[in-house]
């Protein structure tokens, strides 16, 4: 996977425009200065969230002797299913504050940005190759820059798409999701098939 491929993927996980409502759900009873200041904040929370496991996570799962080869099929299946939430949305307000609640951390930077989905991506790009960590880390600056674009000026993208805009968004990225846990999910069974056979 080449740096933009994974900027994609990482930006398609992070799903701004199906997060916008519940973004504007959760900030619109707090005072617009301060609901920027807020989104920027909860912004850089999530970014240092991500870094940190970009760059420990194979710390982690060194330790506890997981191969490559499951960190793929791991990865794939849980894009599969967070792909499938995108396609098939519930019902229901994910916030779980009251209303008027000032959120931090809880729900926008974890997990609405740095959802486990998004974690799980990051450790498996660590995890496939650990030599282009700078490569990881240019894909996900980018995927974050472009998502907090999109949160930033939500108003406007809601108004520009609309209620019906943003579910069918929202569904469309879901279909590429789909399309690229599978690979994930293919790539890490092939790998797992020719390394229990001894295949080069």
């Given at each position: 996977?080449?740096?933009?491929?994974?900027?994609?993927?990482?930006?398609?996980?992070?799903?701004p425009?199906?997060?916008?409502?519940?973004?504007?759900?959760v900030?619109?009873?707090?005072?617009p200065?301060r609901?920027?200041?807020?989104?920027?904040?909860?912004?850089?929370?999530a970014?240092?969230?991500?870094?940190?496991?970009?760059?420990?996570?194979?710390?982690?799962?060194?330790?506890?002797?997981?191969?490559?080869?499951?960190v793929?099929?791991?990865?794939g299946?849980?894009?599969?299913?967070?792909?499938?939430?995108?396609?098939?949305?519930?019902?229901g307000?994910?916030?779980?504050?009251?209303?008027?609640?000032e959120?931090?951390?809880?729900?926008?930077?974890?997990?609405?940005?740095?959802?486990?989905?998004?974690l799980?991506a990051?450790?498996?790009?660590?995890?496939?190759?650990?030599?282009?960590?700078?490569?990881?880390?240019?894909?996900?600056?980018?995927?974050?820059?472009?998502?907090?674009?999109?949160?930033?000026?939500?108003?406007?993208?809601?108004k520009?798409?609309?209620?019906?805009?943003?579910?069918?968004?929202?569904?469309?990225?879901?279909?590429?999701?789909?399309?690229?846990?599978?690979?994930?999910?293919l790539?890490?069974?092939?790998?797992?098939?020719m390394?229990a056979?001894?295949?080069?």
């Open positions: 996977m080449d740096t933009w491929s994974a900027a994609v993927m990482l930006f398609l996980i992070m799903d425009l199906g997060n916008l409502p519940v973004f504007m759900s900030l619109k009873s707090i005072e200065r609901r920027q200041m807020i989104l920027i904040r909860e912004l850089l929370f970014l240092g969230i991500l870094f940190l496991f970009l760059f420990s996570g194979q710390s982690v799962l060194n330790f506890l002797n997981v191969e490559q080869e499951t793929s099929i791991a990865g299946i849980i894009l599969f299913l967070i792909a499938l939430k995108m396609i098939f949305p519930s019902a307000n994910p916030s779980g504050l009251a209303v008027g609640e959120p931090f951390l809880v729900p926008l930077a974890i997990p609405m940005i740095a959802g486990p989905s998004t799980a990051l450790i498996l790009l660590a995890n496939q190759n650990p030599d282009r960590m700078s490569d990881w880390a240019l894909a996900l600056g980018a995927a974050w820059l472009i998502s907090a674009v999109i949160l930033m000026f939500s108003n406007v993208f809601h520009l798409l609309g209620e019906r805009g943003l579910i069918a968004m929202e569904r469309l990225m879901g279909m590429i999701l789909v399309m690229i846990a599978i690979q994930m999910l790539d890490g069974a092939t790998q797992y098939f390394h056979t001894g295949a080069n």
